[in-house]
């Protein structure tokens, strides 16, 4: 898969996802894709969320990994900035 296929197929688990965030006040964006591992921004409701890393885990790295199963880790920006 080229790196343009593999951007392809993560956007398009996160347009899947995306109508279950913006339900709950929330959206999330593509950052960057590097080295198998995919850098989001959460948006709106869902950056103060209690839960934002479950959903991050069990919602967006799932959908990710089934549009693109070489992706490793999800990772959600802000994290970074505060490790």
Same mark, same amino acid.
């Given at each position: ?7 392809? %197929? ?24 590097? %080295? %198998? ?20 885990? %069990? ?25």
């Amino acid at each position: 898969m080229t790196a343009e296929e593999l951007k392809i %197929n993560v956007e398009k688990a996160l347009e899947e996802i995306r109508p279950f965030l913006l339900a709950d006040g929330g959206d999330i964006s593509l950052v960057s894709i590097e %080295n %198998n591992i995919v850098r989001v921004q959460l948006e709106g409701a869902c950056i103060s969320c209690s839960v934002n890393q479950m959903t991050l885990t %069990n919602g967006v790295e799932a959908t990710i990994k089934r549009y693109a199963p070489q992706i490793e880790k999800v990772i959600e920006v802000s994290q970074e900035l505060t490790k």
